[in-house]
T-cell receptor, first 108, second 115 residues
Framework: RKEVEQDPGPFNVPEGATVAFNCTYS??????FFWYRQDCRKEPKLLMS???SGNEDGRFTAQLNRASQYISLLIRDSKLSDSATYLC?????????FGAGTILRVKS | EPEVTQTPSHQVTQMGQEVILRCVPI?????FYWYRQILGQKVEFLVS????????KSEIFDDQFSVERPDGSNFTLKIRSTKLEDSAMYFC?????????????FGNGTRLTVT
């Protein structure tokens, strides 16, 4: 299994849709997990941390399943401005390892 | 909001030349990183740095690469003899605590073009 694996997409959804992204990781010892967002040719920006109990930030919900080594991100009521690449990021000791990203395109 | 700053935003150099990429991390952060992203590819870890030492480095970070914190604010990445395949966006990042215990905050990157 790759260190961090994501479906590359693209996910093409209409405004207002709900969309979910998944991510798997290979290191069972990893303790910290994040979702970052990256716009074209820009730096990655933290979207949210992912906690064991699951957490929500407005329209965004993150879930962690340690047994399956699986992380998810749910976006409700998609906006045009949500169009970006979503990066699943997992701690591996002294570094964060990035997935290749999932492309989301929200269309009007 | 404090931010990580990187200079220059774009550097063009010839193959075989040395380049130094500069970063000013967030002032109360203790851990510093360099990542790179080749166009169309994933963000790749290069090196992490803490307490004036390299904490971890990837296989990409070979003898051609070095990092330094020459004073209390700057954090630099040097590539001694650039190759065409070093062309990429280089991101500096910093965090309050080690590895993934706290999120990384990224600078807006230096686009390196090697011709």
């Amino acid at each position: 299994r790759k260190e961090v694996e994501q479906d590359p997409g693209p996910f093409n959804v209409p405004e207002g849709a709900t969309v979910a992204f998944n991510c798997t990781y290979s290191n069972s010892a990893s303790q910290s997990f994040f979702w970052y967002r990256q716009d074209c040719r820009k730096e990655p920006k933290l979207l949210m941390s992912v906690y064991s109990s699951g957490n929500e930030d407005g329209r965004f919900t993150a879930q962690l399943n340690r047994a399956s080594q699986y992380i998810s991100l749910l976006i409700r009521d998609s906006k045009l401005s949500d169009s970006a690449t979503y990066l699943c990021v997992v701690e591996y000791g002294n570094k964060l390892v990035f997935g290749a990203g999932t492309i989301l395109r929200v269309k009007s | 909001e404090p931010e990580v700053t990187q200079t220059p935003s774009h550097q063009v150099t010839q193959m075989g030349q040395e380049v130094i990429l500069r970063c000013v991390p967030i002032s109360n952060h203790l851990y510093f990183y360099w990542y790179r992203q080749i166009l169309g590819q994933k963000v790749e870890f290069l090196v992490s740095f803490y307490n004036n030492e390299i904490s971890e480095k990837s296989e990409i970070f070979d003898d051609q690469f070095s990092v330094e914190r020459p004073d209390g604010s700057n954090f630099t990445l040097k590539i001694r003899s650039t190759k065409l395949e070093d062309s990429a966006m280089y991101f500096c990042a910093s965090s309050e605590w080690v590895g993934g215990l706290t999120p990384l905050h990224f600078g807006n990157g230096t686009r390196l073009t090697v011709t």
